[in-house]
């Protein structure tokens, strides 16, 4: 059996965004149920360098609908940077699913051998697609994941490693 990069992306970043998506009601829940401003949770971040909870979760959505777009050719949509709410972010992730799961799966197939470009600083830069996928999209997808999640649970939200990981 041969794996396509449709495969290894779309179906990933499907069960990582619904995980998030989980986690982020998980943190509404927390700050409702604790009488907790949730623009404190929204803004906080685990350095001050660092981006904070909303700006982690618009960059995970960004990097999956961009991987998927950019590895199957077609237009990555833009969406504005906006969310204000646990519910705005919500709609982001559920927009982001709705996306990349139209993107039909025959437009990945060759795409292994496709060369893309990726918007960069200080220039674009030309990738392989798999190349992509494995040392760009994927890492930095779950970069951003993984410190929303971070973030959530060192502001004491309950939150597991089931939570991260969804259902599989």
């Not at 990933?12 to 623009?39: G, T």
């Not at 777009?69 to 077609?74: L, M, P």
């Amino acid at each position: 059996m041969s794996l396509s990069l449709y495969d290894l992306s779309v179906p990933v970043f499907v069960q990582s965004l619904e995980a998030l998506a989980v986690v982020l009601k998980k943190a509404a829940a927390h700050a409702e149920a604790r009488k907790i401003d949730a623009q404190i949770l929204l803004s906080a971040r685990l350095f001050p360098d660092m981006f904070a909870l909303s700006r982690q979760v618009q960059l995970a959505s960004d990097f999956a609908k961009g991987g998927a777009a950019r590895i199957a050719g077609v237009d990555v949509p833009s969406y504005a940077d906006t969310e204000a709410s646990f519910e705005d972010l919500d709609a982001r992730i559920a927009k982001t699913i709705s996306f990349i799961t139209s993107i039909p799966k025959e437009k990945f197939i060759g795409a292994e051998s496709r060369d893309i470009t990726v918007p960069m600083r200080p220039e674009p830069r030309v990738f392989n697609a798999l190349v992509y996928l494995r040392h760009g999209a994927l890492p930095n997808f779950f970069f951003h994941t993984t410190t929303a999640y971070d973030i959530l649970r060192h502001n004491g939200v309950e939150l597991t490693k089931r939570d991260f990981l969804g259902v599989y």
